[in-house]
């Protein structure tokens, strides 16, 4: 005899509607996100390959992050170098081809004959004007003009922190205090009244040390340069690439070339080191000149020791722009290592992606096919049930 339908098999149904709707709602939802589940414990044995390959990729974005900051601070470092270069070289070629003769003064030539000789003399011991001519006037302009801007250069910014300052880099690294003005004013004045010699003076500007016998040297801290930079305390800046490399990418401003540069570019500015000849305004000499030139007795000596101090200046300023090509290959140097470094950790990531794919991700066809076969297999189990539902024994009969 045929049976009509009893409680087990209702039940039987209802359990495999259940499983059909948690099958369904299972691959609706990879379909949806492109993952296999939604949590690591969904993964079961997989779930440590996938944990180790994330914390891989996380270490190796870290490393990517340090190597896209370390560039960042280390263009701004080649585009001040680039710029020092540029704009110093125009100052160069003005001094490289400023004339060595005349007194670049304007004025009537102050003439002296010694009384206690019978000869009639025309020493030239001054000018009545302490006036400069266009040809030096340029030189102090583009000077005072490069100081300035070489100040900022050698206080980009990245952020809030300072790329010439080394490892102290929220301190700024220079600063105009004055005091490298006024020393500067000192020198040329002791320069020019024979206190030091023109060769003591050239000395005081290029040595940097003042314990090393010369009292005079510009040191760093006199120059404007931080208290770190000065004392040389500050130390390098590193970039991490990976769990066992550091490149080291430091550049200072108190470095030669920098150093250099900044001190040239004081002494030529300097208000006080023009004029070449003593000035003599009522053209009567010997008297106190009005004001005081180059060191000497009469022009041929005042221009001589004032064209020895110009073509020094004029080689700190060559040798520098030259010098800092040194810095230059240091800092591109460690860019190309870093650049080889990112790029083998962009393999490193995109081999770990491929692992965290093969174990979290869904093939979505393969899904859309079987979200199809339950959605079909899910329908019919309604129409079964309902089918089912309607059946009684009168029907039956």
């Known amino acids: 005899m045929t049976g009509v339908s009893t409680l087990g098999q209702a039940l039987r149904q209802i359990d495999n509607i259940n499983r059909q709707k948690t099958q369904f709602s299972e691959l609706s939802v990879q379909m949806a996100t492109g993952k296999k589940t939604g949590s690591f ?12 390959a994330r914390e891989g990729v996380e270490s190796i974005d870290t490393y990517l992050n340090n190597i896209l900051k370390a560039d960042i601070r280390i263009n701004l470092m080649l585009k001040t170098i680039e710029e020092t270069q540029a704009q110093n070289s125009n100052l160069a070629e003005l001094l490289v081809d400023f004339p060595r003769q ?22 030239i011991v001054g000018k009545t004007s302490s006036t400069v001519d266009n040809d030096l006037q340029a030189i102090q302009d583009q000077s005072d003009s490069l100081y300035t801007f070489m100040l900022d250069l050698l206080n980009t910014q990245d952020g809030d922190r300072y790329v010439f300052a ?11 205090s ?14 020019k009244n024979g206190t030091i010699t023109t060769d003591e003076f050239i000395d005081d500007i290029r040595g940097r040390d003042a314990l090393s016998g010369n009292p005079n040297a510009l040191s760093d801290t006199v120059i404007g340069y931080s208290s770190s930079l000065s004392s040389g305390n500050t130390g390098d800046v590193f970039v991490r690439v990976d769990d066992t490399k550091e490149l080291k990418y430091t550049a200072l401003a108190n470095e030669d070339p920098f150093r250099n540069i900044i001190v040239a570019l004081s002494v030529l500015k300097n208000e006080n080191l023009p004029p070449i000849l003593d000035v003599y305004e009522d ?5 106190i000149p009005d004001a005081q030139g180059a060191p000497g007795v009469d022009k041929s000596e005042m221009t001589d020791n004032f064209y020895q101090l110009v073509n020094e200046l004029t080689q700190m300023v060559v040798e520098s722009i030259d010098d800092v090509d040194q810095i230059r290959f240091r800092l591109e140097t460690t860019r190309a290592q870093m650049n080889e470094s990112q790029e083998k950790q962009v393999v490193k990531k995109n081999l770990l992606q491929t692992t965290i794919a093969d174990v979290e991700d869904v093939d979505v066809n393969e899904v859309a096919v079987k979200l199809q076969a339950v959605s079909t297999q899910l329908e019919t189990s309604y129409q079964v049930t309902a089918i089912t539902s309607q059946l009684s024994l009168i029907n039956f009969l």
């Open 102 to 123: 005349g007194p670049h003064q304007e004025g009537d030539d102050v003439i002296y004959d010694d009384p206690a000789t019978p000869e009639i003399e025309t020493t």
């Open 283 to 287: 053209g009567v000499y010997p008297g």
């Open 41 to 52: 414990a969904g993964l079961k044995s997989t779930a440590l390959t996938s944990l180790r």
């Open 178 to 191: 004055g005091t490298l003005d006024a020393a500067v004013s000192t020198l040329i004045t002791e320069w």
């Open 166 to 176: 080394g490892s102290d880099g929220r301190t700024q690294p220079i600063t105009n």
